[in-house]
């Protein structure tokens, strides 16, 4: 079944088949200007994930913010901005705001 002029879509599980860039905060693909709310999970061929608002962890590719886990997602760029905005992986943290990302080690 295809919905030509869906503009958003509700539903749990994952979103399958995510090309391009991918709104943490709005759930909004830029390939498909879809909004998808109530989802864990987005997987398919990735690219940038961008509004993110909360930590990330880059062992789990999960979204604290969202509760989106970006593991099948082929994440290549995060960004984002907020108090709570951060990065976190093996031995480094980067803070997100409006400016380039810092590494705090």
């Known amino acids: 079944m295809t919905f030509a002029n869906a503009t958003s879509v509700s539903g749990s599980g994952a979103i399958a088949n995510?090309?391009?860039g991918f709104a943490d905060n709005t759930g909004?693909?830029?390939?498909?200007?879809?909004?998808?709310?109530?989802?864990?999970?987005?997987?398919?061929?990735g690219g940038n994930?961008?509004?993110v608002t909360g930590s990330f962890d880059l062992?789990?590719?999960?979204?604290?913010?969202s509760?989106?886990?970006y593991g099948g997602f082929n994440v290549t760029t995060l960004s984002?901005?907020?108090a709570g905005?951060?990065?976190a992986g093996t031995n480094q943290t980067y803070h997100l705001t409006t400016?380039?990302?810092t590494t705090v080690r």
């Open 80 to 82: 984002g901005s907020g």
């Open 59 to 65: 062992g789990t590719k999960t979204s604290a913010a």
């Open 49 to 51: 994930v961008t509004g």
């Open 28 to 45: 909004l693909s830029s390939a498909s200007n879809i909004i998808y709310s109530g989802f864990g999970a987005v997987t398919g061929t």
């Open 67 to 69: 509760g989106i886990n």
């Open 18 to 20: 995510v090309a391009g």
């Open 99 to 101: 400016t380039p990302a």
């Open 85 to 87: 905005a951060t990065i």
